[in-house]
């Protein structure tokens, strides 16, 4: 007998009935506010040629590692899931049998973020009314991949149904951004941007670094032997990608590393990188030096410099072999900010031109490093609860250590950084929900008065994040 699906009109409210009914009046006001999604990684090819999305698993298991890693965490092979393999291996290839596979083991994500997206999707989305388990798998299979063959579900549709006013992808310096031109050409209305994302052209442990390096001097026009001549390059690639519309660069450093080397000491350990003699502290250095100058760039033309460092990735290696990056074998470390930043921000912390946005995967740094450092330097400001923080909880602990020090207005709103373009509106109701919660508790407790709580749920849901991203 099948289960009923249902979401709560409350949920994520408190059971304290003062404060729910806070909540509740405060998310009344902005549910309905547009979407901003300024950093992410959805595919800009979907936008750009608009056609309906293959199948259910395409658009909902493969490009989610969220969901993927979980799975094979209980013993699911990527190979059973139609993960694309590197080195031949055998994949499913049947997305019926996929979907089947995720309804086996669907029970595995109870009370975690990602049931609660998809739960989310299959109700507001597809109008899904029992519980995904075996026995209903074909049903959602049959009822998702009927409604992704209609017009209402092709990209640019959804796109629009979702209330998004905008969206930014992240792409390498070595991006033609040919799907960008394609969307901005279309005569569409809808505003897709792009990101810059120079690690592989500025991580000298980067998979290729000596063959991506070849090409970025060829596609930025410069000669990349020259230490000038490298930064010059990515001057003329970050000129492309504004043009593109981009407002932010990325970094997925391993720490949150910067130096401020002379130029003599920087076109020296430039030179040992491009002959590939760079030990892994060099490696290090060189990344932390490439900081300080995507700093120096940003207080040039203005882009918004996004810090995302901490995590070691790819941890697993027999999984990276034969399947690539990127497929959930990304583990936390502890990072240092205050020591790790001081060299850039001694060079231009309180130049009122730069902005930086840190994220942090170690939530012990919330406190003790990160909201200090935001509560101080013009600079500065805190990203919000990032990848496995991107959660209810983790969204709690945010707001009870950041606030105290760093204020609300030293916080950026949300961004939903995800591959998975249906979970956009599903995290950013799951945002907007737990930050009411947070701004009623209190107004309950007499913190805070009402009509602020009303200023602040609308700035942290959407006027925080235009600002911060220059948008």
Same mark, same amino acid.
């Given at each position: 007998?099948?289960?009923?699906?249902?979401?709560?009109?409350?949920?994520?409210?408190?059971?304290?009935?003062?404060?729910?009914?806070?909540?509740?009046?405060?998310?009344?006001?902005?549910?309905?506010?547009?979407?901003?999604?300024?950093?992410?990684?959805?595919?800009?090819?979907?936008?750009?040629?608009?056609?309906?999305?293959?199948?259910?698993?395409?658009?909902?298991?493969?490009?989610?590692?969220?969901?993927?890693?979980?799975?094979?965490?209980?013993?699911?092979?990527?190979?059973?899931?139609?993960?694309?393999?590197?080195?031949?291996?055998?994949?499913?290839?049947?997305?019926?049998?996929?979907?089947?596979?995720?309804?086996?083991?669907?029970?595995?994500?109870?009370?975690?973020?990602?049931?609660?997206?998809?739960?989310?999707?299959?109700?507001?989305?597809?109008?899904?009314?029992?519980?995904?388990?075996?026995?209903?798998?074909?049903?959602?299979?049959?009822?998702?991949?009927?409604?992704?063959?209609?017009?209402?579900?092709?990209?640019?549709?959804?796109?629009?149904?979702?209330?998004?006013?905008?969206?930014?992808?992240?792409?390498?310096?070595?991006?033609?951004?040919?799907?960008?031109?394609?969307?901005?050409?279309?005569?569409?209305?809808?505003?897709?941007?792009?990101?810059?994302?120079?690690?592989?052209?500025?991580?000298?442990?980067?998979?290729?670094?000596?063959?991506?390096?070849? $090409? =970025? !001097?060829?596609?930025? /026009?410069? &000669? *990349?032997? +020259?230490?000038?001549? #490298?930064?010059? @390059?990515?001057?003329?690639?970050?000129?492309?990608?504004?043009?593109?519309?981009?407002?932010?660069?990325?970094?997925?450093?391993?720490?949150?590393?910067?130096?401020?080397?002379?130029?003599?000491?920087?076109?020296?350990?430039?030179?040992?990188?491009?002959?590939?003699?760079?030990?892994?502290?060099?490696?290090?250095?060189?990344?932390?030096?490439?900081?300080?100058?995507?700093?120096?760039?940003?207080?040039?033309?203005?882009?918004?410099?996004?810090?995302?460092?901490?995590?070691?990735?790819?941890?697993?290696?027999?999984?990276?072999? $034969? =399947? !690539?990056?990127?497929? /959930?074998? &990304? *583990?936390? +470390?502890?990072?240092? #900010?205050?020591? @790790?930043?001081?060299?850039?921000?001694?060079?231009?912390?309180?130049?009122?031109?730069?902005?930086?946005?840190?994220?942090?995967?170690?939530?012990?740094?919330?406190?003790?490093?990160?909201?200090?450092?935001?509560?101080?330097?013009?600079?500065?400001?805190?990203?919000?609860?990032?990848?496995?923080?991107?959660?209810?909880?983790?969204?709690?602990?945010?707001?009870?250590?950041?606030?105290?020090?760093?204020?609300?207005?030293?916080?950026?709103?949300?961004?939903?950084?995800?591959?998975?373009?249906?979970?956009?509106?599903?995290?950013?109701?799951?945002?907007?929900?737990?930050?009411?919660?947070?701004?009623?508790?209190?107004?309950?407790?007499?913190?805070?008065?009402?009509?602020?709580?009303?200023?602040?749920?609308?700035?942290?849901?959407?006027?925080?994040?235009?600002?911060?991203?220059?948008?």
């Amino acid at each position: 007998m099948t289960k009923p699906l249902f979401l709560h009109p409350d949920r994520l409210f408190p059971a304290d009935p003062t404060i729910r009914a806070i909540a509740r009046t405060l998310y009344a006001e902005v549910k309905d506010l547009p979407i901003i999604s300024p950093h992410g990684h959805t595919d800009p090819r979907w936008f750009a040629e608009n056609e309906n999305f293959a199948n259910p698993t395409d658009l909902l298991i493969v490009p989610d590692h969220y969901v993927f890693r979980m799975l094979y965490s209980q013993g699911v092979g990527l190979e059973e899931l139609g993960i694309a393999s590197k080195d031949g291996t055998q994949v499913e290839t049947n997305p019926r049998k996929i979907w089947r596979r995720l309804a086996e083991h669907y029970h595995l994500f109870r009370g975690t973020p990602s049931r609660m997206w998809l739960d989310w999707v299959f109700v507001e989305m597809f109008g899904l009314d029992v519980r995904l388990e075996p026995a209903t798998a074909d049903l959602y299979y049959d009822t998702i991949d009927a409604a992704l063959a209609t017009p209402a579900f092709k990209p640019r549709a959804l796109f629009e149904s979702n209330n998004i006013e905008l969206l930014a992808t992240t792409e390498s310096p070595l991006d033609p951004l040919i799907h960008h031109r394609a969307i901005r050409e279309s005569g569409w209305g809808g505003r897709v941007v792009t990101a810059y994302r120079p690690d592989p052209v500025v991580d000298p442990e980067h998979d290729g670094f000596a063959a991506n390096l070849i $090409r =970025f !001097g060829e596609m930025a /026009g410069e &000669d *990349i032997s +020259t230490w000038e001549g #490298y930064l010059n @390059a990515h001057r003329n690639r970050r000129a492309f990608f504004r043009a593109a519309g981009a407002t932010s660069t990325d970094h997925g450093h391993p720490s949150a590393a910067t130096a401020d080397l002379s130029h003599t000491d920087a076109e020296a350990l430039y030179a040992k990188v491009l002959a590939g003699r760079a030990s892994a502290a060099e490696a290090e250095l060189f990344r932390a030096q490439m900081l300080t100058e995507m700093a120096r760039m940003s207080i040039d033309d203005g882009m918004v410099l996004q810090i995302h460092p901490g995590v070691l990735r790819n941890h697993n290696p027999s999984l990276m072999a $034969r =399947f !690539g990056r990127d497929k /959930g074998a &990304d *583990i936390p +470390t502890p990072t240092d #900010y205050v020591r @790790a930043l001081k060299p850039l921000l001694d060079a231009h912390g309180s130049d009122p031109r730069l902005s930086i946005i840190l994220f942090t995967l170690d939530e012990t740094s919330y406190s003790r490093e990160l909201a200090p450092l935001a509560g101080h330097y013009p600079s500065l400001r805190i990203g919000p609860p990032w990848w496995f923080n991107d959660s209810p909880e983790g969204m709690r602990r945010f707001r009870e250590q950041v606030t105290e020090t760093a204020g609300f207005y030293n916080t950026v709103g949300f961004n939903d950084d995800t591959r998975a373009f249906l979970s956009i509106p599903a995290r950013h109701d799951v945002a907007r929900r737990m930050d009411c919660v947070w701004l009623a508790q209190l107004v309950a407790e007499h913190r805070l008065e009402e009509d602020e709580a009303h200023e602040v749920a609308r700035a942290l849901a959407y006027d925080l994040v235009k600002a911060a991203y220059k948008l």
